[in-house]
């Protein structure tokens, strides 16, 4: 059992992160399909031991990797290959992980199952945005379950919701970020992360695996460095001293958590670039 769980953890990648509710958890989805929960509040305690940053609980959520996680008030909610299933919080935290529903987004052939990369929660609308394989940006009504569908020109990676504005990123194949406006489906601004020599790892590629958003800062990477940007003059301002492209980023108060693209760990660092810990499945 020790060197199966050596190999599953030398092979293992974290695709999705996600912050429960109350901000005393964390959701890390990976490979094989497996989500884990950690205690953020046992792990940033003063008096954390190695065992804090183990995770509460882990189950098995698709048959596929966790391509993307995202909280609501009450659930939480991860996509896999053509699939959007959601949990409860409550019974995860007792560790009883069954499912509450699954949802399955429409695509143009029944042979086609795209992974879903993104996943991104808007309140206002009460409705859920999916991004992925097929190109496409779906909203999925929360309610009623129903799907509809805006154009997409590129592959698309990621996804972040602007809090105080009708407008969302999302990050591509192409090493763009672009700002979408929700009212009208036009493109607003469009930011070649990959052309700025601070970030720019051509090595590595110019696609953009991961993005969050606090309203005026971004932060994304892939290809080029993850970076934390000021949006408004769309410049960047920390590079953070990571050498392998990341896959996934969220921001939690005045921290970036981040993970890799071949790595089982969640990096913590504060948004000047300081490493603070690491969590490890």
């Known amino acids: 059992m020790e060197v199966q769980r050596a190999l599953e953890r030398l092979h293992m990648t ?10 005393k958890f964390l959701a890390a989805g990976n490979n094989y399909g497996q989500i884990a929960i950690f205690s953020l509040s046992a792990a940033l305690s003063s008096e954390a031991k190695e065992e804090s940053k183990k995770p509460l609980v882990t189950f098995v959520a698709h048959d596929g990797p966790v391509y993307s996680l995202v909280s609501t008030d009450r659930h939480l909610l991860s996509a896999g290959d053509g699939e959007v299933k959601a949990w409860l919080w ?15 987004p429409p695509y143009r052939s029944s042979l086609e199952v795209p992974e879903i990369n993104a996943l991104l929660l808007n309140p206002k609308e009460n409705s859920l945005l999916l991004a992925g394989g097929d ?6 009504d929360l309610e009623t379950g129903s799907f509809t569908l805006r154009g997409h020109t590129d592959y698309i990676h990621c996804l972040a919701l602007r809090e105080r504005s009708p407008e969302v990123l999302s990050g591509g194949e192409d090493g ?9 489906g036009e493109e607003v601004q469009t930011i070649e992360v990959y052309r700025h020599e601070e970030c720019a790892r051509p090595q590595n590629g110019k696609w953009i695996g991961c993005l969050a958003t606090d309203s005026d800062w971004m932060v994304c990477g892939g290809g080029p ?14 590079v953070f001293p990571l050498r392998a492209p990341q896959k996934h980023v969220t921001f939690y108060q005045d921290l970036v958590l981040t993970a890799a693209g071949n ?15 690491s969590l490890s499945f």
């Not at 974290?14 to 901000?23: A, D, L, N, R």
């Not at 460095?225 to 920390?238: G, M």
């Open 225 to 238: 460095a993850l970076t934390l940007w000021h949006l408004r003059s769309a410049t960047p301002t920390t």
């Open 14 to 23: 974290i695709f999705s992160q996600s912050v429960s509710p109350c901000g």
């Open 176 to 184: 763009t970020v672009r700002l979408w406006d929700l009212r009208t």
């Open 135 to 140: 190109c496409q940006l779906h909203t999925m």
């Open 263 to 277: 790595s089982c760990r969640v990096d913590v660092f504060t948004n000047l670039g300081y490493r603070a810990f």
């Open 90 to 104: 409550g019974e995860i935290i007792k560790k009883g992980c069954k499912e509450v529903w699954s949802r399955h």
